[in-house]
């Protein structure tokens, strides 16, 4: 069984660009989320999606979008980039993000600012 | 408001029982307490999870306070790979995990 992965690793962008993060989730799970953890913090709520849908969303401008495609994989969009971007990206993926189910998470993309 | 309190840091002796404690006053009756763990340059692992009644798993244990406020993680035998952080979790309306700041343990050998 092949668990949560996400794409690329590491990315540097400058203020006011636009960048696509993507993950896949793991097999048989159809609810994705998203969460922006910056150094030294927890991890922040970003927005689920459950079935191709927006599902909850957490105290984020509406720069952060999303997707979630046909086959459960999903990606975040950020545009016009700003300095407190900067932070590692995690998505976990879940059977149904019910409250009792448990997520997994890939291992994160770490974006940088400049 | 912090949906969860705990404390920054702790220090355990390896081979000895760790309990973690998390405060989260404001919990609803249906929120569940979720416990993940964080080891460095990785994603947030699972460790357990409960509603009202204590817990046990091949990982850990966990004890909720009879009023819910408060909960308790419990390694009964710290190793050198236990090292990490430890995220108290509600999950609140909205479909989100609120995970706090979380305990950073350090395993001493």
């Known amino acids: 069984e092949t668990g949560v992965t996400q794409s690329p690793t590491h990315l540097i962008k400058t203020r006011g660009q636009q960048v696509t993060l993507r993950c896949s989730s793991q097999?048989?799970?159809?609810?994705v989320s998203w969460y922006q953890q910056a150094l030294g913090q927890g991890p922040q709520f970003i927005f689920q999606?459950?079935?191709?849908?927006?599902?909850g969303r957490g105290n984020f401008p509406p720069r952060f979008s999303g997707l979630q495609f046909p086959n459960y994989s999903s990606e975040l969009n950020v545009n016009a980039l700003e300095l407190d971007d900067s932070a590692l990206y995690l998505c976990?993926?879940?059977?149904?993000?019910?409250?009792?189910?448990?997520?997994?998470f890939g291992p994160g993309t770490r974006l940088l600012v400049l | 408001d912090a949906k969860t309190t705990q404390p920054n840091s702790m220090e355990s002796n390896e081979e000895e029982p760790v309990h973690l404690p998390c405060n989260h006053s404001?919990?609803?009756?249906?929120?569940?307490i979720h416990w993940y763990r964080q080891l460095p340059s990785q994603g947030p692992e699972y460790v357990i999870h409960?509603?009202?009644s204590n817990v046990n798993n091949r990982m850990a244990s966990l004890a909720i306070a009879e009023d819910r406020k408060s909960s308790t993680l419990i390694l009964h035998r710290a190793t050198l790979r236990d090292a990490a952080v430890y995220y108290c979790?509600?999950?609140?309306?909205?479909?989100?995990?609120?995970f706090g700041t979380g305990t950073s343990l350090t395993v001493i050998p």
């Open positions: 976990a993926s879940s059977r149904t993000g019910g409250r009792q189910e448990t997520q997994y």
């Open positions: 404001t919990i609803s009756g249906t929120d569940y």
């Open positions: 409960g509603l009202t």
């Open positions: 097999s048989g799970h159809n609810t």
């Open positions: 979790i509600l999950y609140l309306t909205g479909n989100q995990f609120y």
């Open positions: 999606y459950y079935r191709e849908e927006e599902n």
